[in-house]
């Protein structure tokens, strides 16, 4: 079996090193079928982009030693799908200078750090092809120009340490930031004019500065910096060939691709391109017979499959390579969210957090199994995603959490019908709503309940919790476990008391039960019914009390020397609860 490349996005590795690879080598085809002047690729995290881009280098670079000779990368697509193409696409391979950039490292915490290491990273691709330099035949001036950028400031790592106010840091991005906005032009300049073709330039990841701008602090400034960036590199720019940029979310209200008429966005939407990401159901089939892993099919498909991308049906490739890894290294015998340990889930967080009715409706909705219909738009900004409620939506469309089931245009509008994709995005959900709950009572001051649990008030007890039950997601209120879960959660900072759970007493196990520390102080059974109908719950507290009977509960505390018992009937039904008591 060959290794599971867990972690590798460089596609040369996967051959060098014979890792298994799903073929995606037809989006070289594809793209130059289909793709646009400048292309953008919106799919969700993980979904294999930057290994695409990888593979788009690889196929089309012509590549240099440091000694200006040619090297040959054909091997890398021996017994590929692409080697079946036609001879007007495979005689562009190995043909063209070309420009990689992945923007992922600018997520830092202010725009100083940011801007830095994006100026490294243009550096460092300055560097890789300084090659060049050997072509520009000894002419000083082209070749401290061409260093002037492979090299920046000279001893910038001391300048930048006795740097300590805000101010001066700022003064000391000017230096730079002018030179680093257009140098990528810059570059393909230099590589068309010594090289003789114009350039390919593929951008990674270019929308992660911005949503760590926007969650840090420097919005604005990150957003002037790329505008400047991309201006240069795609609306001006005559030694370019073509452009392909990926990343998440087309960010079109900063006017990032301003008067790039040129661009064609591909989105999750879009039919064209739709399985270049991801992996179709055979793809995932065909791996799990490569690992002998045929009878997990069902369970692979429950777990991460579900998305749609244009018209194919795609699953999370992140997710199916870490379960097969998982199977095959003996690390686990059950699926888990894999997904939910890359991506950021921040924004369900502050979506559940900052929840009002309506979209608390919604939530319940989509993790009961159901369906939502929203308007979809493809213009999004960071900026605007919390100040509404369709840029939320549209935000967890468009970046992997929600799958179109239908669509519909209305007045030149498109509304598309969404439910949740799979098991491993719906237990995103759930862990982030209960997580989110757990807190809300732990905020809370219990004091009034424990008073009312001491002096047996029925009401008091009622009220306490119906407050609490208001503020929950309605999808728990059908899970007996839920109740049983939140009420000993409430239990637990009662003073001199402590709660046990299912403990075996007389002829059963109570639901819970609060022993006292001092033998003498009453100890407290709590028995549960849950009711699907409000005009069920005296019924249901009926049984309660009946089984406390029955079982002979109060018997075993009483003969373990405890002095009294008092034993509450609580019977929940959706958001509501009624509680009785019998005290012996």
Not at 13 to 23: G, R
Request: overall charge negative; hydrophobic content about 35%.
């Amino acid at each position: 079996m060959k290794k599971i490349g867990i972690g590798y996005e460089n596609y040369k590795e996967f051959i060098d090193n014979d890792l298994y690879y799903v073929d995606k080598t037809l989006l070289v085809r594809d793209i130059i079928d289909n793709g646009g002047k400048v292309t953008l690729f919106t799919r969700p995290r993980r979904f294999g982009k930057t290994l695409a881009m990888s593979m788009l280098r690889t196929y089309f670079e012509q590549v240099y030693d440091k000694e200006g000779n040619i090297i040959d990368n054909s091997r890398y697509f021996e017994g590929m799908q692409i080697a079946n193409a036609d001879e007007d696409i495979l005689t562009k391979m190995g043909q063209y200078p070309v420009i990689k950039l992945s923007l992922k490292s600018a997520k830092q915490p202010d725009f100083y750090s940011s801007f830095i290491k994006l100026r490294d990273e243009i550096i460092g691709e300055f560097a890789r092809h300084s090659y060049l330099k050997k072509m520009m035949n000894g002419d000083a001036k082209r070749i401290a120009e061409f260093e002037s950028y492979e090299y920046g400031v000279s001893n910038w790592a001391e300048k930048e340490a006795l740097i300590k106010e805000k101010d001066e840091r700022e003064s000391a991005i000017k230096i730079e930031y002018a030179k680093y906005s257009t140098a990528i032009k810059t570059l393909a300049d230099f590589l068309k004019e010594y090289q003789g073709k114009n350039v390919i330039i593929l951008i990674d990841e270019y929308d992660v500065p911005l949503e760590n701008a926007y969650q840090e602090g420097f919005y604005d400034e990150m957003v002037a910096y790329i505008r400047s960036l991309f201006e240069s590199a795609f609306k001006t720019n005559d030694s370019l060939e073509f452009a392909v940029v990926s990343g998440c979310l087309r960010i079109s209200k900063e006017s990032i691709f301003t008067g790039l008429n040129n661009l064609k966005v591909n989105s999750i939407l879009n039919a064209d391109f739709s399985e270049g990401f991801g992996f179709n159901e055979s793809e995932v089939k065909e791996m799990l017979k490569a690992y002998q892993l045929e009878d997990r099919y069902t369970e692979v498909k429950e777990w991460y499959d579900g998305y749609l991308f244009g018209v194919s049906e795609v699953y999370n490739p992140w997710s199916v390579i870490c379960y097969v890894d998982s199977k095959v290294n003996g690390k686990r015998e059950f699926p888990i969210p894999f997904w939910s340990n890359t991506s950021s889930n921040s924004i369900i967080k502050d979506m559940v957090e900052n929840a009002d009715d309506t979209v608390k409706a919604d939530l319940d909705t989509l993790i009961s199994g159901g369906t939502i219909e929203k308007r979809i738009h493809e213009d999004i900004t960071y900026w605007d995603i919390d100040k509404s409620d369709a840029n939320l939506w549209n935000f967890l469309f468009f970046t992997g959490y929600l799958k179109k089931v239908s669509e519909r245009l209305q007045n030149e509008d498109v509304y598309i019908s969404m439910k949740i994709p799979n098991a491993e995005v719906m237990s995103i959900y759930r862990h982030q709503i209960q997580d989110w709950f757990d807190r809300r009572i732990k905020e809370k001051d219990f004091s009034a309940l424990y008073k009312a649990i001491a002096e047996m008030d029925c009401q008091g007890i009622e009220d306490f919790i119906n407050e609490l039950l208001s503020k929950s997601i309605s999808y728990f209120d059908s899970e007996e476990s839920f109740y049983h879960g939140f009420l000993l959660s409430l239990l637990y900072g009662m003073k001199n008391y402590a709660p046990k759970s299912n403990r075996e007493e007389g002829n059963g196990r109570p639901d819970i039960i609060l022993y006292p520390e001092r033998p003498r102080d009453a100890a407290f059974i709590f028995e549960l019914k849950v009711r699907k109908k409000f005009n069920e719950m005296e019924e249901g507290l009926k049984a309660a009390f009946d089984q406390i009977r029955t079982k002979k509960y109060e018997n075993g505390i009483l003969q373990e020397g405890y002095t009294g018992v008092v034993s509450y009937g609580i019977c929940f039904c959706k958001k509501s609860c009624i509680v009785g008591v019998m005290n012996n």
